[in-house]
T-cell receptor, first 111, second 110 residues
Framework: EADIYQTPRYLVIGTGKKITLECSQT?????MYWYQQDPGMELHLIHY???????EKGDLSSESTVSRIRTEHFPLTLESARPSHTSQYLC??????????FGPGTRLTVL | RKEVEQDPGPFNVPEGATVAFNCTYS??????FFWYRQDCRKEPKLLMS???SGNEDGRFTAQLNRASQYISLLIRDSKLSDSATYLC???????????FGKGTSLLVTP
């Protein structure tokens, strides 16, 4: 069983609020990812990190930002939430570029 | 054009049936392929990797056809617990990103 955690699991918040979605893994994986998934749609990569102090934007443009100060921690921040940010956010990690282990996800609703 | 395309289904099959899903990928440089399983409102989990020679894991068989750029998943003797969405995934060796299909929904009924 993969040891990757996300908090909060559910978040309902008003427009304009700053939010941080937490992701932690205890497997010592160098690579970590953030995906966005809308209901019935495919996962889209929004951020990627291949190690401490490295972050890259993914294929899907996102107004969120990420940081990677510690190997195990990869938080995602939205400075000013909008209804268009309503989605499920999935964090993942991997040893190599193949099998990725996913966290349980955060379901974000912005009113 | 999407990188990975799948028939969304749903596929409704009785217990014990054999069911097959296909997906196609558009990037001929794709080198690594996978099937992930995603239960309703849960995270995706790796079901199996797909090798050029084809591979089998219990009731599940995956095949890759590079010439036609498609991947298949065969499930034999379907169980109720197989009900889920099956995601087809491709990655090119030059890229870090996994490209996910939308998924094919399977419902196995008693």
């Amino acid at each position: 069983e993969a040891d990757i955690y996300q908090t909060p699991r559910y978040l309902v918040i008003g427009t304009g609020k700053k939010i941080t979605l937490e992701c932690s893994q205890t497997m010592g994986h160098d690579k970590m990812y953030w995906y966005q998934q809308d209901p019935g749609m495919e996962l889209h990569l929004i951020h990627y990190s291949y190690g401490v102090n490295s972050t890259e934007k993914g294929d899907l443009s996102s107004e969120s930002t990420v940081s990677r100060i510690r190997t195990e921690h990869f938080p995602l921040t939205l400075e000013s939430a909008r209804p268009s940010h309503t989605s499920q956010y999935l964090c993942a990690s991997s040893v190599n570029y193949n099998e990725q282990f996913f966290g349980p996800g955060t379901r974000l609703t912005v009113l | 054009r999407k990188e990975v395309e799948q028939d969304p289904g749903p596929f409704n099959v009785p217990e014990g049936a054999t069911v097959a899903f296909n997906c196609t990928y558009s990037n001929s440089a794709s080198q690594s392929f996978f099937w992930y399983r995603q239960d309703c409102r849960k995270e995706p989990k790796l079901l199996m990797s797909v090798y050029s020679s084809g591979n089998e894991d219990g009731r599940f068989t995956a095949q890759l056809n590079r010439a036609s750029q498609y991947i298949s998943l065969l499930i034999r003797d379907s169980k109720l617990s197989d009900s889920a969405t099956y995601l087809c995934v491709a990655r090119s060796n030059s890229g870090y990103a996994l490209n996910f299909g939308k998924g094919t929904s399977l419902l196995v009924t008693p």
